[in-house]
Nanobody, 117 residues
Framework: QVQLVESGGGLVQAGGSLRLSCAAS????????MGWYRQAPGKQRELVAG???????NYADSVKGRFTISRDNAKNTVYLQMNSLKPEDTTVYYC???????????WGQGTQVTVSS
């Protein structure tokens, strides 16, 4: 069992930046895929960014060039650096861990990101 605890969400003006952190309760060395989904009210949860244990990354088209995902296995933590934020990025962001970005074993509790125009 792994618990994932997110932090770093909040309120920011359009064009600003936030960094989300996802701290795992045990080593993430053996967890292949980690990353972030987001879900706006009334919409399906969508993949924002994922990173594998080898360092391969993938991003939603809507965030490419603005968001950067990274992982620090020594700290059991995954990060999402979000720059040039837009009001449409406003929603709850969920950290995940699993075999792939589609086979999810664990979810975090979610952290709210609000971007004002």
């Amino acid at each position: 069992q792994v618990q994932l605890v997110e932090s770093g969400g909040g309120l920011v003006q359009a064009g600003g930046s936030l960094r989300l952190s996802c701290a795992a309760s045990r080593s993430i060395f053996s967890i292949n895929a980690m990353g972030w989904y987001r879900q706006a009210p009334g919409k399906q949860r969508e993949l924002v960014a994922g990173i594998t244990s080898s360092g391969s990354t993938n991003y939603a088209d809507s965030v490419k060039g603005r968001f950067t995902i990274s992982r620090d296995n020594a700290k059991n933590t995954v990060y999402l650096q979000m720059n040039s934020l837009k009001p449409e990025d406003t929603t709850v962001y969920y950290c995940f861990a699993g075999a792939t970005v589609n086979i999810i074993w664990y979810w975090g509790q979610g952290t709210q990101v609000t971007v004002s125009s």
